[in-house]
Nanobody, 123 residues
Framework: VQLQASGGGSVQVGGSLKLSCAVS????????IGWFRQTPGNEREGVSA????????YYADSVKGRFTISRDNAKKMVYLQMNSLKPEDTAVYFC?????????????????WGQGTQVTVSS
């Protein structure tokens, strides 16, 4: 499985970015796709996830109401629309896949990872 995240950049507080994750090499419609973020010196944290089986989703409390995850099975893409960005959203964002039908939020429960994309929110 290969994953490639893109779409990061620098925005001001209140701005928006849309991250994309391209997935190749496996049956896209059988897995969980998650977005995680990490800042220097801190552990990677789960931000959002979506099941390609039943469209169920997960959002961390810190992003609820601001971020929206979506998927396009035909294109094997997962997106993370990030609105009302805050300085604390600044991080490297990663996408990852997890085998199985149940959404989990711990990084160790994900099998394959893409390279990260930097998101910087400045005030």
């Amino acid at each position: 499985v290969q994953l490639q995240a893109s779409g990061g950049g620098s925005v001001q507080v209140g701005g928006s970015l849309k991250l994309s994750c391209a997935v190749s090499g496996h049956s896209f419609d059988e897995y969980i796709i998650g977005w995680f973020r990490q800042t220097p010196g801190n552990e990677r944290e789960g931000v959002s996830a979506i099941s390609a089986v039943d469209d169920s989703t997960y959002y961390a409390d810190s992003v609820k109401g601001r971020f929206t995850i979506s998927r396009d099975n035909a294109k094997k893409m997962v997106y993370l629309q990030m609105n009302s960005l805050k300085p604390e959203d600044t991080a490297v964002y990663f996408c990852a896949t997890r085998s199985g039908p149940v959404i989990r939020t711990a990084p160790y429960e994900y099998d394959s990872w893409g390279q990260g994309t930097q998101v910087t929110v400045s005030s």
